[in-house]
């Protein structure tokens, strides 16, 4: 399990997000492919930490004293919602930068 999530940590580099004043069409496309394979490996990740924990309370059955758990379950709720912090900021760049190249293309049709 811990080499899958070391994989999935690899795979979760952020995606390069195009300027939306000077991209082409086709590097938005290329932008919005890649942003959308992040939030895969984000969501394959924020999986595999749901699972890794799951497991490790499972393993551990009565012997985890109940702070034990609650920290557990803690350091897997700040993971998950880091990834899960990092995918939006992600997504709401590439939407602002979705709105310039929407705005710039428009200024040329018109």
């Known amino acids: 399990m811990k ?44 999986a595999c930490i749901d699972k890794e924990l799951e497991d490790s309370l499972a393993k ?12 557990m379950q803690r350091v897997e709720a700040q993971k998950h919602n880091a990834a899960v912090d990092q995918l939006q900021a992600i997504a709401d760049r590439f939407n602002e930068q979705v709105k310039v190249y929407k705005a710039r293309t428009a200024d040329k049709k018109g």
């Open 60 to 71: 551990g059955g009565d012997k985890l004293k109940p702070e034990q758990k609650t920290d």
């Open 3 to 46: 080499a899958l999530l070391a994989m999935v940590l690899a795979a979760t580099a952020a995606p390069v997000i195009p300027d939306g004043a000077t991209a082409t069409l086709e590097e938005m496309v290329a932008g919005q492919k890649a942003v959308g394979a992040y939030q895969k490996a984000i969501n394959d990740y924020t």
